[in-house]
């Protein structure tokens, strides 16, 4: 008997210990979570339409896009304060262009996003200069996209068009991409 209750009275002195040892730890919370923490005291920025994905198209055409458009909080009242670029490319047996664009403007409500911007650098014949946008809405594995030389054809062909135009989103992003997030811009009214 006497070693039974040796046996029982360590075993209870050695979950005793470690329950001692782990409420400790608890209230000592380490330092990864006090910097999350402090993330989390900042504001979040504004708006921000970021991912990639490619359209479905089944002649097979690659089509790619790519954003990475943000509103910084403190801009929150001022969409055409947002920054970024965004690009987009069009080939079809081996033929076509792709462009790479400043953006000037970012609006989102919900899941969907409005970007635009100057195409700054490009393989396609008179679109450097002009303003292009883009229209995302973030359905998750099923996102689609609209562009505003929809009705154009190119986006050579987008001269005067303003800040943050473009089109429904219409088109279907590939199975398999599309990994868009839309961060939904809240302005006070």
């Known amino acids: 008997m006497k ?9 209870t002195a050695l979950l005793l210990t470690a329950g001692a040892a782990s409420a400790a730890t608890a209230s000592d919370p380490p330092r990864p ?3 999350a923490a402090s993330e989390a005291d900042r504001p979040r920025e504004a708006a921000a339409l970021t991912g990639t994905a490619k359209l ?10 790519s954003f990475d ?16 670029t965004f690009a987009f490319s069009h080939y079809q047996n081996g033929n076509g262009a792709r462009a790479e664009v400043a953006v000037d403007c970012l609006l989102t409500g919900g899941k969907v996003a409005v970007v635009s911007g100057i195409v700054t650098e490009s393989d396609l014949p008179g679109a450097e200069g002009k303003r292009v946008g ?6 998750g594995r099923h996102d689609r996209l609209g562009y505003s ?41």
Request: glycine residues 8%.
């Open 56 to 65: 479905y198209r089944s002649a097979g055409d690659d089509i790619t896009f």
């Open 3 to 11: 070693r039974r209750t040796k046996i029982v009275v360590l075993g």
């Open 134 to 139: 883009v229209t995302v809405h973030d359905l």
């Open 33 to 35: 979570r006090e910097a």
């Open 149 to 189: 030389w929809a009705a154009t054809g190119t986006p050579a062909e987008t001269d005067g068009l303003p800040k943050c135009v473009s089109s429904a989103p219409f088109e279907k992003v590939a199975k398999g991409t599309g990994d868009f997030t839309v961060v939904p811009w809240q302005p006070e009214l």
């Open 69 to 84: 458009a943000h509103l910084a909080a403190k801009d929150k009242a001022d969409p055409m304060k947002a920054t970024g």
